[in-house]
C-alpha cells in the first residue's frame, strides 16, 4: 500500500482504509470486482478498472486522515470522486463545517443517501438550519417511529395469534 491509502493492480489504483496503512494486503481479482483482503477479512471491495492509469476511491476509506485534516477534503480527489449529490449537499450546507461532513457520510452508510436527502428536504421545509446534528435528529426520529410501528404490530399480531381481538 502506497501513502495515497492505495494498492496498484494493472496500472490502476484502488483505495484502502487509511487505518490499514503500513499493513500488508492481499487483492482477490475477479472478473468485475477487486477485493481487498487483510486477515482472511474483507476491508474493501471495488468495481475492476480496466483502463490504465485509473483510480477507485471510496472517501470513506479516508476518513480518519480527513476527520485529522478536515480542510483537506475540499481539494482531494476522494472528493472529487464522490457522487454529484453528494458534492452539492458538501457545497451547501457543509463547506464551513467538512469534520461535520465526514460525520455525514457515517449516518449515510448507517441509513443511506435517500434517508438524508429526505431530512434535508424536510428542514429546507420547515425553513430550518441544516447541519449534522439536525438531521440525526430527523433520522433518530424516523428510525423510533419505525421501531415503535414495527414492534406494535409485532405485538398486534401475537396478541391476535391467541385469539384476542383489539379494536386498533
Known sequence: MDKYCTI?????KYSVPDSFVGKFVHAK?????VSIIYENKKIATHRRLFGLNEWSIVITHYKNTLLKKPGA???SLAFTSIEPKLQEIFTLYFYDAPKDFILLLDLISEHCLNDVLKAIDKLNKNQSHINLDYIKLI????D???YYTKNTLNVKDEIAEMGVEFPF
Open 29 to 33: 481479482i475477479y472478473t468485475d470486482t
Open 8 to 12: 496498484t493492480i494493472d496500472s490502476n
Open 73 to 75: 477534503l475540499k481539494g
Open 144 to 146: 423510533s417511529h419505525d
Open 139 to 142: 433520522l433518530e426520529r424516523n
